[in-house]
Every structure is written in C-alpha cells, then in structure tokens.
C-alpha cells in the first residue's frame, strides 16, 4: 500500500525556492475565496509515525496561509469535560465553520490505531471504530465539508536512517527519547495497523493520501499543491448534491393501517388514580437521580409530537420532580448564525450534558426528518441520510454512558382542534398558539407518513421510541415518567 | 442586617393558594415577553446557609415559569477547563443570553465567603473579591442585565430547630449529616462574613434582597413577586442610561504634544540584522514556549494599530516560531448573533486560551474605545466605562497565570499611504485593501485622542501597552518578538 511512498522522492531547494512563492500566493488567494465565499469547511488531517513531519507540516501551511483564519489541533489528553461526553465530542467542537480551515495533527485517527497497536482492542472492535470514522467523514462530507487526509510516511529503514541520524548531532540528541526507540520496534505493527485504517477508510469522496515524508520539502510542496488543487476545484466547480435519491421513502399505503393509526387513544386516567401515580413516580424518578450510580450516567431525552399534543406540560411533570442544577432543556427553534456555519447535528452535539444530568431537547435533530422534510427546508437526499446520522449520534451517546428517551406523543386531529381553541381563549396560553400553528395543522396528512418513516428508521434497541397516547394528558404524563423511571432502573 | 429577615414572616396556606396562580399566570406573560422582546438578559442570584431553602426556590421558579428558558446553575467543583482560566470565566460561559433567565444557587459570592469563613483569606483579600463582583456587577448591569440577588436568611435559632426537626423524622433524618452540624457550630462566623459581602455589594442597581428563609410559602411568594415587579418595570420602562457623561474624556490639546507623536519613527533595522534578530528571538521564542514552566502559563497578545500599521506580518512572525497546535489567532470582526446577545466582552472570554497556549487577538476588546468610540457605535457612557472593565479584565487574566501584551503598531500618515498604494498594486495583497480602509483613513484625527486615551487608561503595570515604531516594519517586529521573549522571561 505504501510503495508510492517509498521511492525516495525529492525536490531541490531550487526548485522549492523557486516554487513556493507562487504556490503561497495562490494559497493565499484560495484562502480568500473559501472566507469571503464561506463556500465549505476545511478539514486537513495530517496523520501518520512520530517523527513523519506532521507538525512541521501543519506549521508550514500555517506559514503559507493566514494563520487568523486556520485552527490547528493536537491531541492532548482529552479534559474531564471531554471525559465525561462521546468520544467524538472533541472533535465536533473544534469542527471549523464555514468558510474556515482547521488542520487536525492527529485527529479521530489516533485513539483507534494506537488502541490497536497496543493490543488493547481487536480487529472486530478496531473495524467497528473505523466504521464509525467512515460515516462520521461521509456526513461531514454530505454536510459539504472538504476533507484531505494526508499519511505521512517513512519506511522502516528512513525511520532507523532519522533516529540515528538525529541522535549523532549533539545538538538534536535530545529530540530522541527511548521512546521513540520503543516506538520504533512497533514499527511493523504499527504499520500493519495504519495499512488496515486506511484501507477501510479510504472512500471515493475522503481518499487518504499518502506522503513520503523523507525530504521535507517534497513533503510540503506535495500537500501545498494538493490543497491548493482541491480548494480551487471546490471553489471555482462546487460539487452538486443529488437533490432527489433513487429510493423508496416509504411503503406505498395499501390498507390504510400505520403505526399511528393503531394505537389506541381512548385510553385515560382518572384524576385520583393520575395524582397518586404521579406522586409515585416523580418521588420515585427524583430518587433515581440521587442515586450514587447515576453519575456514571446522564439522560437525553427528546420530545416530539404535533402541536398542542402537551410536550410542554410532560416536559414540566419531568422537570417538577428533579433539581433544576442537575437538568437542562434546550428548546429547539430556528439555528443561530454560528449554528447555521456548521453540519447539522452540531447543535445538538454542543448541547449534550455531562454524567449525573438529564437532558431534555424540546423538539430535536429529528426535525430533519419531520418539519425540514415536510417544508422542503433541506433536500430529499438530507433527509434520507439524516436517520443513518442520526443512528450513529445516539449510538455514541448511549456507548458513553447516556440513557436516551425519545417520545413521540399523539393526539388526534380533533383533539388539536379542541386545544388549539381552548388556547386561544385562554389568556394563561394566549402565546401559546401562533399562525404557525395552524398552518402546520393544514399539513397533517404530509407529517403522518414523515412520522412513521421516522419511527420504522431511529426506533432502535439503544434508543427505543415510546409512542405515547396522549389524547388523554393524564395518561400521557404517567407513561412518560413511568417509561423514564424504568429506563434509568434498568441501566443503575 | 438580619433584623426584618427575622420577624417570623409566614404566609397561610390558603393564602398562599390563592396567590399563586394569578403569580404563575402574570410570571409566565412576562416570561413571554422578555423572550419575545429580548429586552434584556435576567440574572437571579439565590445564596444564603445551607438548608435555607435556596435549591427550592429556585425548582419553584422553575415551576412556576417556563422551565425550557431558564437554566439553574449549581456550583459544582469547578472542571479542568475551568481550573485553567480566570475564575470567573465558568461564570461567564453561563451568562444568559438577551431574553433568558439564569438562576444561580451559589454563584460568585459562594467561593470568597467560603474562603473568608474557613479563614483561608483575611479581610483585606476579601473586600478586594468583594469589590471585584460589585465591578463585575456594574459591568452586567451597564450592559443592561437585570440582576436580582436573594438572601435566604435563617437566624441560628430557627437553623437549629430546623436541623433538629428534620433528625427528629425517621423519613428526613438522612438529610442531616455531620457536616450540617459541623457548618452549623461556624454560623456566627458565616453570618459576620455574610453581612460583610452583602454591605460591600449591595449597590442602587444590584442590592441585596434578605429573604427570611423559616417559612417556605412565604419565602417563595416574596422572589415570586419580586421578579415580577422587577421583570414588569423594566419591560414596561426600560432604564435609559445617559448617553453623554458630565466627565472629561481627555484634557485640551494646548501644545500639539502627544504619546504617539512623541514617538521617533525613523528607528531602522537594516535587512541583515533583521535576519540575525529575528533567528535569534524565533528560536528563543520557540525554547521557550516549550520550557516546563510555561505550561502554568498562557500568553494574550493584543495587536491593535491602524490599517497597513503590519499587524499581521508581525503576527506571522510570532506564528512561524511556535508550534501550530498551541497557538490561536481570534481575529476580530463584527459579532456574531450569540455574541450580541451578551455583554460586550464576552466573545473575549470565551476565546481564552487554556494552559501552556498563546492566544493572538488580532484586533481586541479595545474596538470598544477605538472603532466603536469613533464611529459612535456605542454610546459615550458605554466606552467611557470601559476602561475600567478592560482593566478588571485584565486584572484576572493577570491573577491566573496569565501573560499579557499589548502592542500598538504606529505609522505615519504618509506611510499609511504609500502602503495602501502599494497594496493595491500588488496581486499578492489585493484583498488587503478594502474601502472601508480608506474611509477610516478619513479619520485619522479622531483615532488619535481615542488611541492616547486608551494608551493612558489601560496601560498598566500587569498588562502595559507597547508602543511599536512600525515606520520601519523591520524594526517594528523585532521589537514586538523581542518585547514578547523578555515577558515570557521574567514570569517563567
């Protein structure tokens, strides 16, 4: 796999000198597009063995560039907030917004290849981690991120060659450690663990590129050229997006029934039996969260449903019963400028709690699939891949420890009818109903199918949907917090 | 202090339902109004003892109002990322936006009385964190916040029944541990240093509301109705700050002297002993960026100066000798939407770097005294006050570890000129040029006062201004690399 970077290649200082002018004034150039035009991202990661170049790279492009406008990350230890949220969690925050470039020397690479390399996991779960990375890349990629993913490389024998050569000036023997002697007996099991990274990593749309990273100066010049190429490809032909995809959204509708339809919403609680379960299980669920075991954990919990369906006073029922410190809702309206800069899951990414707290989105990522579907606020091709997406984010949260709810509560048409009214008599809820709101009732028939897909597509064993018949709000509260409560019992 | 806090206020029961509802209705429209009118952000300081009910009128705020735009905030052990900036920045980073609310159960009073109690501090280092959140409060308050602080009092009688009740029930004797009792034998410690802070910081616009803490009805009908009174007067009747203040901004110019034209700006480096200078400040630069002792350390770098003074090129300076990943460049431009729903210096704070990093601003929170001044983008009052708030900001970068620099890049008007000229000539530097630069070229005269008022208000002894004969832009960055090495120097 490496053989195109063993050839000892070279570039003269001549011919360097001579290059690097021009290359850095079109990079400078390219840079001024990408900002003004705030057209996409730019990700650079620079991966590969100690001793490769990485930094001297990244310090080189920063060199040539604006260094303002580039943000370069390493891979220090991750801080007890990045401890206590996905593994991803870092590096989604660093992401660059629109417009920028962000040089990551490391990146999401590192934990994989060097857990491998270490022994300390095998193929199976090597594999599964560099599944996750592929479809992390390709929403970055379908988000309309650029990314250039350069392997530094050095064959075993320039690696030898480099440590020695260092270690025989007594101005650079201290660069060399023991361990990067120790590092250096790994070689081949290093080698062989990158070949296998790369080899599942490498897509048509984020190839690895790989750098023979003996002499500097080819090793530079070749990424300058190559960035240089893509930011002005991307700049001058931006890639289209197919707006509409060759597959099915959904089942055609033969007999009427869905998973809506059935459930059953004359199902009611009384109020004497509503007041004593909800004393039972908000006592309960407050418990719950005083727990010893529950700081190993937090709770994500996202509510959706039509309008009126009475997330607000479900929501309230929750928040009553545990202490404000320990929760946080984040009510999802319209993104923010910064938010806008990003890939779409970031807000919510940026909102995700640490252990020992409950989260609770009021309305969520799954907008995509439900208003920005129905309204066409996002193409065909978005949406379809947003459950996929969506699938990966939960996954990662629940793989660190993250217990998530999500609700789905139902009313009929006539009983929004019936809310909408009484709201709009009511001086108490008078800002509660908006123009909005009717016109979403108009498209009723357009969410029931976008509900459904939802539902078959992100109801999964990790993150189960609850669907919850609330036509009757007692009945619908008492569900919900009996769900929760089981939810957190279960993972104590 | 205490005395009204120890009357024995109680609210009867049938009172207090019949008072609420009409307070939840006219709380939630106010609510509703502040998000809507984003008027202001709502800032509610809940402190007092232990057990005076703070956590419970703070979940009954949240109850009574719309749970999804009030974030409650505990104060936890501080994180590592908090550990590593200024203590205030975890405050800061949880400010409210422009039409939310923020409850804080602890706050910024909870570490210097603790501190003050435990005797870990004496009066003189207390009254100095006291005086700094009256600054801090100031500065809130001038950017227009709403800042309610509550005391919940208790006197030590009615603490010792309520601590002997809650052993006396098998149901609550768990709630009292040692620690309540041990706390309990320090209340008149506690209550001397309580009534200190509140005399230091209860101010016309922020004062301290003594709350009495034994009867919990009343306890949460009064901050009930006090926030709504509070939240109705100022939507109702916005406050107007004056916009010209009765003070001198500089004195009369009798003789044409001035800091900046006292400058001699013929000093010249020639081109081979700018290459011997600059190798010799980068490599040290380098060394020591990378010497142990900097890793307690951060550095901020302000660079401010007139368009083409060569900020940058003295920027990419300092970038080419030290290692990408620990360096940010924060250019500064118009804010950001989530950036001008807080306070002005916000999007500074939260661009502080952590431990072991250098942080450039390239521009700075002096736009406030300089562009802004100028232009007229905020009223006099508003950079008149400034001054102040930079110095205290300053003052807590300083008092973390912090190494600041401030360089200002000076040039003569026809330098100006001739560089502009050249800019625009030159492929390489197109987009250096812009028409806004020329327009403010316009006014040169009056950034000059604003430049020496600035240099004379906040150049102090732990963060001073260095005045940068740019004339000669070799001279001007080996004077800013040297300047930057002696600083390091002296704090490592």
Not at 190 to 206: D, G, K, M, Y
Not at 322 to 337: G, L
Not at 359 to 375: C, H, K, M, N, T
Request: proline letters at 4%; hydrophobic letters at 35%.
């Amino acid at each position: 796999m490496f053989e195109s970077a063993e050839l000892g290649h070279r570039v003269q200082k001549s011919v360097y000198d001579q290059e690097v002018p021009a290359l850095r004034e079109a990079l400078l150039n390219a840079q001024f597009d990408l900002g003004t035009s705030k057209k996409c991202p730019v990700i650079i990661l620079i991966a590969g063995l100690d001793g490769a170049g990485k930094s001297g790279t990244a310090n080189t492009l920063n060199e040539w560039m604006d260094p303002r406008f580039i943000q370069t990350h390493g891979t220090d230890a991750p801080s007890d907030e990045e401890l206590e949220r996905p593994h991803m969690w870092r590096f989604w925050r660093q992401l660059p917004p629109k417009g920028r470039i962000c040089i990551f020397d490391g990146s999401w690479y590192a934990w994989p290849i060097f857990e491998r390399a270490g022994g300390r996991i095998k193929n199976p779960k090597f594999d599964q981690a560099l599944e996750e990375v592929r479809r992390f890349e390709q929403m970055l990629i379908d988000e309309g991120a650029m990314i250039l993913k350069f392997w530094m490389h050095l064959s075993k024998d320039a690696q030898r060659k480099r440590l020695k050569k260092l270690e025989g000036d007594p101005l650079t023997r201290w660069r060399v450690t023991e361990r990067d002697w120790k590092h250096f007996e790994l070689y081949d099991t290093f080698q062989e663990v990158s070949e296998r990274a790369l080899r599942h990593t490498s897509t048509a749309a984020a190839p690895w590129i790989q750098v023979e990273a003996v002499d500097a100066r080819y090793q530079k010049l070749i990424v300058g050229k190559t960035l240089l190429e893509q930011l002005r490809l991307r700049l001058d032909r931006p890639p289209s997006r197919p707006e509409i995809i060759q597959a099915p959204a959904a089942l055609p509708d033969l007999d009427g029934k869905n998973i809506l339809r059935s459930l059953d919403l004359t199902q009611k609680l009384d109020k004497a039996d509503y007041d004593r379960e909800l004393e039972k299980y908000q006592g309960r669920l407050n418990l719950l969260t005083r727990h010893k075991a529950f700081r190993d954990h937090n709770v994500i919990m996202v509510f959706e449903g039509v309008d009126a369906a009475g997330k607000g006073g479900a929501v309230r029922r929750i928040t009553q019963s545990v202490d404000a410190r320990i929760c946080h809702i984040t009510p999802i309206a319209a993104p923010t400028e910064e938010e806008r800069a990003q890939p779409y899951l970031w807000r919510f990414w940026r909102n995700l709690p640490r252990k020992g707290r409950l989260a609770i989105f009021d309305r969520s990522w799954y907008g995509r699939v439900l208003v920005e579907r129905v309204e066409g606020y996002c193409a065909e091709a978005d949406w379809m891949s947003a459950y996929g997406e969506i699938n990966d984010f939960e996954e990662q949260i629940h793989d660190s420890g993250g217990i998530i709810l999500k609700f789905w509560l139902s009313i009929s048409r006539e009983e929004q009818l019936r809310r909408f009214e009484e709201r709009q008599n009511s001086s108490f809820k008078r800002f509660k109903i908006t123009e909005d709101d009717w016109r979403n009732r108009e498209k009723w028939d357009s969410y029931e199918p976008a509900v459904c897909a939802m539902l078959d597509r992100t109801s999964t064993e990790i993150a189960p949907w609850t669907l919850v018949e609330s036509e009757d709000k007692y009945f619908g509260r008492i569900k919900i917090l009996r769900t929760l409560c089981g939810r957190i019992e279960e993972n104590l």
